[in-house]
């Protein structure tokens, strides 16, 4: 009777949780048992034609942490986690024939290298195997959508009041039950460390304003703290321009771009909280910002590749520069501009940058600079610790005026910088 039993592997991209999520949801439902896998797929540490590696060490660092929590919260599943350093489209069906896996879930990706990715795996796996895929990363999931993909609004605030208006946020799957521990696949594999990958472990800088370690539980604790503890959340319309500390913003980026938190947990825990303690411009405010994370990902979903090209989803035209003295400069925060350079070295000793800083020093690459926009955001790529495909590129080429913004404006630096750290206290704080 063995051989009917139904075997689930769940491959993991950027959905490093358990709770509120598709595949492990659905795997607990229809199968017997259960492994998932990752890898770090050596194309995510290849470097760019820039010059950087596509994934620097805080990132790294910070999903080591995550894939750590992981394989604990997993193992309460009985569920091992399978840790691999293959291209999956390799990895994947070795593990399918030495496990006899009847079904794979994963979520569906679109940028051009995952996409490849995907279609290799499907050509290298036997049609026996049930393949289910999901779009598990929005907020507004695809199916609910008012418009279709092709015709979907080109400028931000037309897409949010239609989907504000007239799409409902599905509500989280449920914590998905152990598989009998007799069925538990067996497999122990260790989590690489930074050194594996050629970097140097390194300590925290003790003025950064992303102090968090990875995984759902750390993620989980960020949120019970900035909401509920503090109630930060219900100053956040007026705070989040900060530059300096934990507390100005949610700071939970990081968590949704590897998917350790998702959208939707997110949202629902605000619901909570305008329900328990208090509804205000604020707490809407986080709810605008995911809603900006999904308008993203759908430009990307509507204009595939387009996005990395250097005239952006507008076809621009323009005389882009790519002087190596001049992205160096920038990258080590020796501009003219002190304000940039304070973002800069926050950025090279952190791999965190604030919003605010972030729109003034890509602003200042490719309006004021004239630099290929997508030297700035490979570099973005690399160092920080919350990339994520979608919303990096499609913010660079906003700000770079080959985007989504109607306006095409350019950021007055010192008139900023005035704004937002008028008493120099950041730029201090970096430019020692």
């Avoid at 051989?3 to 490093?16: F, G, P, Q």
């Avoid at 279609?119 to 026996?128: M, T």
């Avoid at 999901?134 to 507004?140: A, I, R, V």
């Avoid at 947990?265 to 605008?288: A, D, G, H, P």
Wanted: hydrophobic share 35%; with cysteine.
């Amino acid at each position: 009777m063995q051989e009917s039993k139904r075997t689930a592997l769940i491959w993991l991209r950027n959905d490093l949780r358990i709770t509120d999520h598709y595949g492990f949801y659905n795997a607990s439902k229809n199968c017997d048992r259960a492994i998932a896998y990752y890898t770090f797929d050596p194309k995510q540490f290849r470097q760019t034609p820039w010059g950087f590696k596509k994934t620097g060490k805080y990132r790294l660092q910070f999903l080591i942490e995550t894939l750590e929590q992981l394989k604990s919260d997993l193992l309460k599943k009985n569920i091992s986690l399978v840790i691999d350093n293959k291209n999956p489209e390799k990895g994947i069906p070795k593990l399918i024939d030495a496990f006899r896996i009847t079904d794979i879930y994963y979520q569906k990706e679109w940028t051009q290298e995952e996409q490849i990715t995907t279609d290799a795996l499907k050509k290298n796996i036997s049609d026996k195997v049930s393949v289910h895929s999901f779009y598990d990363q929005f907020l507004y999931h695809p199916d609910d959508l008012p418009i279709e993909i092709e015709n979907l609004p080109e400028v931000f605030t037309v897409f949010r009041k239609k989907c504000e208006k007239s799409v409902t946020i599905r509500s989280c799957f449920n914590s998905i039950q152990p598989f009998p521990i007799e069925n538990t696949l067996l497999h122990e594999d260790k989590i690489p460390s930074l050194k594996d990958f050629n970097f140097l472990s390194f300590e925290k800088n003790q003025q950064t304003a992303f102090p968090f370690i990875g995984g759902s539980k750390s993620g989980k604790q960020r949120i019970d703290h900035y909401f509920w503890e503090t109630e930060k959340i219900s100053t956040y319309k007026h705070t989040r321009n900060g530059l300096i500390g934990e507390d100005y913003s949610s700071k939970l980026s990081a968590w949704l771009a590897n998917g350790s938190l998702s959208a939707r947990e997110i949202y629902w825990e605000i619901k909570s909280f305008e329900k328990e303690k208090k509804k205000n411009q604020s707490t809407y405010w986080l709810v605008f910002e995911l809603i900006w994370r999904d308008f993203f990902k759908y430009i990307s979903l509507k204009h595939g590749n387009k996005i990395f090209k250097i005239g952006g989803i507008l076809d621009k035209n323009y005389n882009w520069n790519t002087d190596k003295k001049k992205l160096q400069s920038w990258i080590d925060g020796s501009t003219d501009e002190s304000f940039v350079n304070a973002n800069m070295i926050e950025l090279l000793k952190t791999g965190w940058m604030s919003n605010r800083g972030r729109q003034n020093v890509a602003s200042y690459f490719a309006k004021e600079l004239l630099m290929d926009w997508r030297m700035g955001a490979a570099y973005f790529e690399s160092q920080l610790i919350d990339y994520d495909v979608h919303s990096n590129y499609g913010n660079w080429m906003y700000i770079s005026g080959v985007g989504n913004d109607p306006r095409d404006r350019k950021f007055d630096i010192s008139w900023q910088a005035q704004k937002y750290d008028s008493q120099n206290k950041f730029q201090k704080l970096w430019l020692k």
